[in-house]
């Protein structure tokens, strides 16, 4: 398997799990065991990370932004087991008493859009864009928490999920990957799966950190559950 991915170098990119086992003259089933021995949960796991490896951070190397979206999209609209997580996260929703948005920093923002838009159907929301308080001892059961992070480890975020859960309520966590604690712990993982563009910009003795990863799959997703919704809630 690794001399047939270094031998085919980008083309690995394009292909499908049964053309690539049929290039390494081997099953789809070691394919799939090769891809979990490199820690990545299937084929397009692996085919992300792959793209990372090819695309290593240089300064200055930012791919165009309609890159990872239009691959995000392609995906979406052709994986049965996306769209069938998707319409769990909108069963979960629809007999939700209210929804409570989740994030920090950028996806804090998406937190608050997403509860202003979600609202627009007549859903009770609520965001927490500052997840550094103790979250109330009320009862959840009822409730639906959406978190949003790319990395599924911000711990501010990770901490309040645990005691949301406690007070019963259901989690829906939008993510980047499967591999993480916030997907773990959640009923419904809604994963894009989009290359993490961050990067390192020198200014005379001092480094910055810059996190170019596009959140437009975030926002899909959240029209697209408020879209569904809509739609159930109008037959």
């Not at 090769?34 to 793209?51: E, P, R, S, V």
Request: charged letters at 20%; hydrophobic letters at 40%.
């Amino acid at each position: 398997m690794y001399n047939t991915i270094l031998s085919l170098d980008v083309q690995v990119l394009d292909m499908k799990i049964r053309e690539l086992a049929e290039a390494a003259h081997v099953s789809t089933t070691v394919v799939l065991n090769f891809c979990k021995k490199l820690d990545c949960a299937g084929w397009t796991a692996f085919k992300i990370k792959y793209k990372e490896s090819l695309q290593a951070a240089k300064i200055g190397d930012v791919s165009s932004a309609q890159t990872p979206i239009m691959d995000f999209l392609n995906i979406y609209q052709k994986d049965e087991d996306k769209k069938n997580l998707l319409n769990l996260a909108v069963d979960l929703l629809t007999n939700a008493s209210r929804v409570i948005f989740i994030g920090a920093g950028p996806s804090g923002v998406l937190a608050k859009y997403g509860s202003l838009y979600l609202s627009n159907i007549g859903k009770t929301t609520h965001y927490i864009d500052t997840p550094y308080y103790p979250i109330a001892q009320e009862d959840y059961t009822n409730a639906v928490v959406i978190a949003l992070s790319v990395s599924g480890e911000t711990t501010s975020v990770v901490q309040r999920l645990i005691r949301f859960k406690e007070l019963g309520a259901k989690l829906v966590a939008i993510t980047n990957t499967q591999e993480n604690t916030m997907s773990k712990m959640s009923d419904v993982c809604l994963s894009y799966y989009v290359i993490q563009e961050e990067f390192y910009i020198s200014e005379k003795t001092e480094q910055f950190h810059v996190n170019m990863t596009t959140q437009i799959p975030v926002i899909y997703l959240i029209e697209e559950i408020t879209h569904q919704l809509m739609n159930k809630q109008s037959v």
